[in-house]
């Protein structure tokens, strides 16, 4: 006799196990989504535009600059301001020079290049003044962190040079560096604590 009330099992088939399992399988889902989700944003930059560039490759090469020859005093302040120059400026890392370390430096490709001992620009002693290359009077001289400085713009390289100190300092940045003068401010310091600056009056006037 077969109690019909009671309900048949196919065999194999536990309802409670069966129920078990429905619930681990609708946790794993969501689960295993949330994880790739949370791997997904991980991997992908917060800004797809933001990406980091390649840095521009240094050659290892160096820089073709001249080193005229200096008189003992200039050569031994050139020393100093070479040896205390520093090993990199911003994210530019230095550079060998093909002549003249001791008063020749250059950094990142395309180089900026720093020379000590070489001549200052005259200026000009009146407005009429038709000196060949004098500069004018009343052009702006700018003095940055306690250094006048002059900036010659050029049609692909900007020149500043140092007018306030007893050896002049020049510093050449390509026209591919934006605000070039600052650039030349990078030096700035090392200039202030090797170069000695030239007596009031006998610099320009807007350096004083």
Known sequence: ??????????????????????????????????VGVVAFLTIMPDDPDKTEKAAIPVPSTPV???????????????????????EKIRDLPGRPV???????????????????????????????????GCVAMDTE???????????????????ITTMDREVPVRVTVPGTYENPAQWANEFSDTVVATVKSKAIGSMPSGCE
């Open 141 to 159: 001289l700018l003095i940055m962190n306690n250094v006048c400085w002059y900036a010659a713009p050029g049609a692909d390289t900007a020149t």
């Open 98 to 132: 093909s002549a003249g370390p001791e008063q020749n430096a250059a950094y990142g490709e395309p180089a900026i290049t720093v020379s000590c001992g070489v001549p200052q620009p005259v200026m000009c002693t009146t407005p009429e003044d038709t000196t060949p």
């Open 1 to 34: 006799m077969v109690d019909v009330d009671t309900p048949r099992t196919a065999p194999g088939k536990d309802p409670v196990k069966r129920a078990a399992a429905l619930w681990a399988t609708a946790v794993a889902v969501p689960v295993t989504l949330l």
């Open 64 to 86: 073709v600059m001249d080193a005229p020859k200096l008189d003992e005093q200039t050569a031994r302040v050139c020393l100093a301001v070479t040896s205390q120059l520093p």
